[in-house]
């Protein structure tokens, strides 16, 4: 049965950081590209970031580029984002997912696996 847990969520002043994980079980990690994404009530769902398998290739969305930091470690089956200088429209449920594949993808569509979420909120 596989398995993705987020943590590390929580309320934060605007400005501040925050590091989320994402500890996988039942699928071989590190076989398995992982992407974040983040939903704000009454919106879609929204790409965040994404590694591939080795950790060596990542891709970010154009709102968060320069400061979130997506990084993973295959001997711990964890993926984590790292925000920096939060703002209040980062404020959404973030979860993070799995897919089969080489390459980062952006679309959640190839996802094959996901987790519950953690929310983020940022005050102003």
């Known amino acids: 049965q596989v398995q993705l847990v987020e943590s590390g969520g929580g ?4 400005g ?7 500890a996988a079980s039942g699928l071989p ?7 974040w994404f983040r939903q704000a009530p009454g919106k879609n ?24 930091t997506i990084s ?3 001997a711990k089956n964890t993926v984590y984002l790292q925000m920096n200088s939060l703002k ?6 973030y979860s993070c997912a ?12 190839p996802y094959d696996y996901w987790g519950q979420g953690t929310q ?3 005050s102003s």
């Open 88 to 93: 209040p429209e980062d404020t959404a449920a």
């Open 11 to 14: 309320l934060v002043q605007a």
């Open 72 to 74: 993973r470690d295959n």
């Open 16 to 22: 501040g950081s925050l590091r989320l994980s994402c």
């Open 98 to 109: 799995a897919a089969r594949a080489v390459l980062v993808i952006t679309s959640p569509t």
């Open 120 to 122: 983020v909120t940022v």
């Open 29 to 35: 990690f590190s076989s398995y590209t992982m992407g």
């Open 45 to 68: 769902r929204e790409f965040v970031a994404a590694i591939s398998r080795s950790g060596g290739s990542t891709s970010y969305a154009d709102s968060v580029k320069g400061r979130f």
